[in-house]
């Protein structure tokens, strides 16, 4: 199974930025998505998650500005980015609960490579 991210780039504040992360390999269902980030010189922080069935939770300091959506038919989870600050300057990493098989023991947790956003002021 792999995450593989895009949409990262360049970006003035204000502006906006999609992510996207597929899923593919021997995947039985998804379980929890969700987006981490990680600043230079800063811990790896949760930003958001999403579950099966379309319940999300977010940090304080995205709400409002960023959402999270996923396509369960493509295995694929988006962040939209809006109102984007410099403070929001992260490689963002996507992340997966993935059941691989039928067994209730067959979930693993899955990491993208991570994207770099770089919002200048």
């Known amino acids: 199974v792999q995450l593989q991210a895009s949409g990262g780039g360049l970006v003035q504040a204000g502006g906006s930025l999609r992510l996207s992360c597929a899923a593919s390999?021997?995947?039985?269902?998804?379980?929890?998505m969700g987006w981490y980030r990680q600043a230079p010189g800063k811990q790896r922080e949760l930003v958001t998650t999403i579950t099966s069935d379309g319940n999300t939770k977010y940090i304080d300091f995205v709400k409002g500005r960023f959402t999270i959506s996923r396509d369960n038919a493509k295995n694929t989870v988006y962040l939209q980015m809006n109102s984007l600050k410099p403070e929001d300057t992260a490689v963002y990493y996507c992340?997966?609960?993935?059941?691989?098989?039928?067994?209730?023991?067959?979930?693993?947790?899955?990491w993208g490579q991570g994207t770099l956003v770089t919002v200048s002021s």
């Open positions: 992340n997966a609960n993935i059941k691989t098989g039928r067994s209730f023991y067959q979930v693993y947790n899955y």
């Open positions: 390999g021997s995947i039985f269902s998804i379980n929890d």
